[in-house]
């Protein structure tokens, strides 16, 4: 049975930075590609980010030379550094693997 737990969200300003956490169980996050994305009020889940098995990220246009994907094998944890924020930027945070989701995070940027 996979688990995803989101953390690391919360309420900011335009321009700060935060890091959002998914730590799985039952499944290796190094196995195959674990994916961010994001549902802001109102709208439909959206992609955001993605790590590959192999370490190969890609990003959303809307998040791109702002945010950073990572992993910790050790931890099994895959990691969304989030900086220069936006108002926009403000969403529940999922992150997916295996086609299992978390409850998501809450971020909320305000100008």
């Known amino acids: 049975q996979v688990q995803l737990v989101e953390s690391g969200g919360g309420l900011v300003q335009a321009g700060d930075s935060l890091r959002l956490s998914c730590k799985a169980s039952?499944?290796?996050?190094?196995?195959?590609?674990v994916t961010w994305y994001r549902q802001a009020p109102g709208k439909e889940r959206v992609f955001v980010a993605v790590?590959?098995?192999?370490?190969?990220?890609l990003y959303g246009d809307s998040v791109k030379g702002r945010f950073t994907i990572s992993r910790d094998n050790a931890t099994n944890t895959v990691y969304l550094q989030m900086n220069n924020l936006k108002p926009e930027d403000t969403a529940i945070y999922y992150c997916?693997?295996?086609?299992?989701w978390g409850q998501g995070t809450q971020v909320t940027v305000t100008s």
């Open positions: 997916n693997l295996n086609l299992n």
């Open positions: 039952g499944r290796s996050v190094s196995s195959e590609g």
């Open positions: 790590i590959g098995h192999l370490g190969t990220t």
